[in-house]
């Protein structure tokens, strides 16, 4: 069964350091997403991304954060200055678009981001 | 108001015996719903979905209840297995209105007593 999948799994940062999440979206999908998780809490929807742009960013997603498809299969979340309070837990979603239609959303197994 | 916090509330159930977990969701303009299953260091899991034009879903051993008129989205787990021991979130979608995005809620802890 395909899966989304991600790497690393965990990843150890000075703060100030720049990061690099990478997944590995399903293949025929057509939607991408970034989410997060701070320990204990809610799952936090960071960004959407579609026909290689961005469809819509939360207010988390400020500019110390950016996305990238490189290629036909990779997608990345990059964190250009970490801070402490980016420790977390970062999921990576992808889902099957079919016109006007939600999709179900297939979740990565994570990054678990720790900012020192 | 949204739940965050460290603290799940937590369902116990006995192995065999059927599960409900409640959700309230906050936005009348949502009009597709899934419910995932997130155990320790994994990811969400997808388990089941359910579109604002119905009411009822039912999957294997799960069944989703819609009531749009007060917002509010149950799962229904039968015969509860040790291995449904997880925390469910429910999760809610505008559509592509605004970009596909889930907003998920704080979550159910269930745990199964053997």
């Known amino acids: 069964e395909p899966e989304v999948t991600q790497t690393p799994s965990h990843q150890v940062t000075q703060m100030g350091q720049e990061v690099i999440l990478r997944c590995v979206p399903i293949?025929?999908?057509?939607?991408f997403y970034w989410y997060r998780q701070i320990l204990g809490q809610k799952v936090e929807f960071l960004v959407s991304f579609y026909n290689n742009e961005i469809s819509e960013k939360s207010e988390i997603f400020d500019d110390q954060f950016s996305v990238e498809r490189p290629d036909g299969s990779n997608f990345t979340l990059k964190i250009r200055s970490t801070k402490l309070e980016d420790s977390a837990m970062y999921f990576c979603?992808?889902?099957?678009?079919?016109?006007?239609?939600?999709?179900?959303?297939?979740f990565g197994p994570g990054t678990r981001l720790l900012v020192l | 108001g949204e739940s965050v916090g460290l603290h799940l509330p937590t369902l116990s159930v006995q192995e065999g015996d059927n599960s409900i977990i409640n959700c309230a969701y906050s936005?009348?303009?949502?009009?597709?719903f899934i419910w995932y299953k997130q155990e320790s260091g994994k990811g969400p899991q997808f388990i089941i979905d359910?579109?604002?034009?119905?009411d009822k879903r039912q999957g294997q051993r799960v069944t989703v209840l819609l009531n749009k008129t007060v917002k509010h989205l149950s799962l229904q787990i039968a015969a509860t297995q040790p291995g449904d021991s997880a925390v469910y979130f429910c999760?809610?979608?505008?559509?592509?209105?605004?970009?596909?995005?889930?907003?998920f809620g704080g979550g159910t802890r269930v745990l199964v007593k053997p």
């Open positions: 359910i579109r604002s034009n119905m």
């Open positions: 979603a992808s889902s099957l678009r079919t016109s006007g239609r939600q999709e179900t959303q297939y």
């Open positions: 999760a809610e979608n505008q559509g592509s209105a605004a970009g596909n995005k889930l907003t």
């Open positions: 936005n009348s303009a949502s009009d597709y």
């Open positions: 293949s025929n999908h057509l939607y």
